[in-house]
């Protein structure tokens, strides 16, 4: 990326990103000062837009399977926004999650914590999809999990369906039916 600056009396000038100027390097005038305080906001809203980057993991309780639950339960739609690392383009859309649940459970709301955590980053949607899948994984060991994606980012859909037999189309069915009765 290359990153048009202004330094000294010689106008503007290209650098690549990596070699950004200090705020030292700038004129005193009005506009640098501006500058300096668009850099610092610009901080700030890197820190909020990618906090995901930046925090640890949530600490999500999980509970024991007591009733031995075996039948697909479905969360959605989950507000997402992300930011694509391949055009700076924000990614905004909805998520739904189902999962058929092993020996593991979280409650509804960690579903909608933990995708939070996990979109807010600078990445393709693609990956974070998976990242999120990898999670729920990790989480809670599902025997079946689905995650959908509808964006708004180039208008795609991404899905990833892990532990469906892939002879029963019955829980894939049932996930894709509850995400399209809610808009998907």
């Not at 930046?54 to 969360?75: A, G, K, S």
């Not at 924000?90 to 999650?97: D, E, L, T, Y």
């Not at 990242?131 to 060991?141: A, P, R, S």
């Not at 079946?144 to 892939?166: D, I, K, N, Y």
Request: proline share 5%.
């Amino acid at each position: 990326m290359i990153v048009v600056i202004p330094c000294g009396s010689k106008g503007h000038h290209t650098a690549p990103a990596s070699k950004l100027y200090t705020c030292s390097h700038f004129r005193a005038n009005r506009a640098d000062a501006l500058w300096r305080v668009t850099i610092d906001r610009l901080h700030i809203l890197s820190a909020l837009v990618f906090r995901g980057r930046y925090q640890p993991r949530l600490i999500i309780t999980d509970f024991p399977n007591v009733r031995r639950l075996d039948e697909v339960y479905t969360v959605g739609p989950i507000t997402i926004r992300s930011v694509s690392s391949h055009h700076l383009a924000s990614i905004k859309g909805r998520a739904w999650i189902g999962v058929i649940p092993g020996d593991r459970l979280i409650s509804v709301s960690k579903f909608n914590r933990l995708t939070d955590w996990v979109m807010s980053r600078l990445q393709i949607q693609e990956e974070a999809v998976m990242q999120l899948v990898d999670e729920i994984e990790q989480l809670i060991k599902p025997q079946g999990l689905g995650v959908l994606v509808r964006a708004t980012h180039s208008c795609r859909t991404t899905s990833v369906m892990r532990g469906f037999p892939r002879d029963d189309k019955a829980p894939r069915d049932e996930v894709l039916s509850v995400a399209l009765e809610q808009g998907f």
